[in-house]
């Protein structure tokens, strides 16, 4: 994440080429990267632009040069850039620390005194949980999400697999009976082809003595019939491939 003084498109606004403009005063957090801009007058277009450190514009140390030059030229985590088109220096400092703040110039350097303008830098503590600029995470993602494997011990609850998209019911204990599948008999599909009588003796013939028939709603007859069994049938055999 950068930081620093971000004017956007705004600051082509600002009559260009004027005399030296520096912010007076600059934070960002440690950890980040923090860019900032110095204006200066026209004429200086080809002079050579630094930024120094120190409390005094006498006895500030050079960080960065531009040498003369629009070639951006680097130190260390500090770099320099030039555009004359637009008389701007643009300074930025990678990986901030506590170290870095301070009282800084931007200056312009000719026969005679420097056109010079103070910058003080604050730094200010990386929140917690940042890393590298991002905000870590709260809790890690769970193995399945990466396709980990379990580490020796670990167990997962009963059904979650790693490598299942979908949970599995638990499989039935010892002594538990096993799940069957109902699916229509040959009997009931040859009653329900041959109407309403014949269904009606097969199950009278199914109760035993005792046993009160069910009520049961009124089979399709008819053309219905024609249409409705091949349907059944074709679902029997599905359902006997799956």
Request: proline fraction near 11%.
């Amino acid at each position: 994440r950068r930081m620093g003084i971000r004017p956007g498109w705004g600051w082509l606004l600002l009559p260009a080429c004027q005399a030296l403009l520096v912010p007076r005063e600059v934070s960002g957090r440690e950890g980040e990267t923090l860019s900032l801009r110095c204006w200066y007058a026209r004429g200086y277009e080809s002079y050579n632009k630094y930024w120094c450190r120190g409390a005094a514009r006498g006895s500030c140390r050079k960080v960065v040069e531009t040498a003369g030059t629009e070639v951006p030229r680097r130190h260390g985590r500090v770099s320099i850039a030039d555009n004359r088109l637009f008389c701007v220096v643009l300074l930025t400092v990678e990986e901030l620390s506590r170290e870095d703040a301070g009282s800084y110039w931007c200056g312009v350097e000719r026969v005679g005194a420097d056109i010079m303008g103070p910058v003080t830098l604050t730094v200010r503590a990386a929140s917690h949980g940042d890393v590298d600029g991002v905000g870590a995470r709260a809790h890690p993602l769970p193995a399945e999400v990466w396709g980990l494997e379990l580490p020796s011990g670990a167990q997962l609850p009963p059904g979650v697999s790693l490598t299942q998209p979908h949970p599995q019911l638990p499989a039935p204990g010892p002594g538990s009976p096993t799940p069957q599948r109902t699916f229509p008999t040959p009997l009931t599909l040859l009653a329900l082809h041959r109407g309403p009588s014949h269904s009606a003796g097969l199950q009278n013939e199914s109760l035993q003595d005792g046993q009160e028939p069910h009520s049961s709603p009124p089979s399709p007859s008819g053309p219905d019939l024609q249409v409705l069994l091949p349907t059944v049938v074709l679902l029997l055999l599905l359902a006997v491939v799956g």
